[in-house]
């Protein structure tokens, strides 16, 4: 158990719907990261967020939307979902980015 | 803006070979931090290794040791006598340093078979 846990850790859903993907950093970590990892583009940074304020943002479609909640925790929501974006999305966590990054198991959304 | 580029897509050895996976990268800042992650077949993300740009001393771990050269913008990753569990999806990445809360930039990754 790597201490980052992301729920549900798999996702079917149709399309043109909305999902949320939970995330729980490590704790003692500030800051959380979402990663999409889709087999034609690897692993791609959508957004970061420090203690609850959104630090760095990435390759994130409109579509998509984050945020991290007072007690840490962070969602990811996926709306008006396309076949394209089957991927697994991770999350990490980190202290520091000079010590590393955390990452969770993963959840595999799967879009039909 | 970093980049990180792992020209080796797949390779396959047989157990108990010597395998190196290249890591190139490029980046504008002086200080910087590399990564190497383990992807198994489960799927999770594995930390392997941390190494700033200021210390390019060699590290070995196990069966596991990498080579860190600025001059050449690598940080190459070797696995002596490799063995199944070994077969994983092999990720470089990168962090800019000067800020506490940079973003990881990953390469490809490479896809390691080891055959038994």
């Known amino acids: 158990d790597s201490g980052v846990t992301q729920t549900p850790k798999h996702l079917i859903t149709a399309t043109g719907q909305r999902v949320t993907l939970r995330c729980s950093p490590r704790?003692?970590?500030?800051?959380v990261y979402w990663y999409q990892q889709s087999l034609d583009q690897g692993l791609q940074f959508l957004i970061q967020y420090y203690n609850g304020e959104e630090r760095a943002k990435g390759n994130i479609l409109e579509r998509f939307s984050a945020q991290q909640f007072p007690d840490l925790h962070s969602e990811l929501n996926l709306s008006s979902l396309e076949l394209g974006d089957s991927a697994l999305y991770f999350c990490?966590?980190?202290?520091?980015?000079?010590?590393?990054?955390?990452f969770g198991s993963g959840t595999r959304l799967t879009v039909v | 803006a970093q980049k990180v580029t792992q020209a080796q897509t797949e390779i396959s050895v047989v157990e108990k070979e010597d395998v190196t996976l290249d890591c190139v990268y490029e980046?504008?800042?002086?200080?910087?931090?590399l990564f190497w992650y383990k992807q198994p077949p489960s799927g999770e993300l594995v930390f392997l290794i941390r190494?700033?740009?200021?210390?390019?001393q060699n590290e070995i771990s196990g069966r596991y040791s990498w080579n860190f050269q600025k001059s050449t913008s690598s940080f190459n990753f070797t696995i002596t006598a490799s063995q199944v569990v070994d077969s994983a999806v092999y990720f470089c990445?990168?962090?800019?340093?000067?800020?506490?809360?940079?973003?990881?930039?990953f390469g490809q990754g490479t896809i390691l078979t080891v055959h038994p």
């Open positions: 704790s003692g970590d500030l800051s």
């Open positions: 990445a990168l962090v800019p340093g000067g800020t506490s809360y940079g973003k990881l930039t």
């Open positions: 190494r700033n740009s200021f210390d390019e």
């Open positions: 990490a966590s980190s202290v520091s980015g000079f010590y590393g990054y955390t």
């Open positions: 980046t504008r800042d002086t200080t910087y931090y």
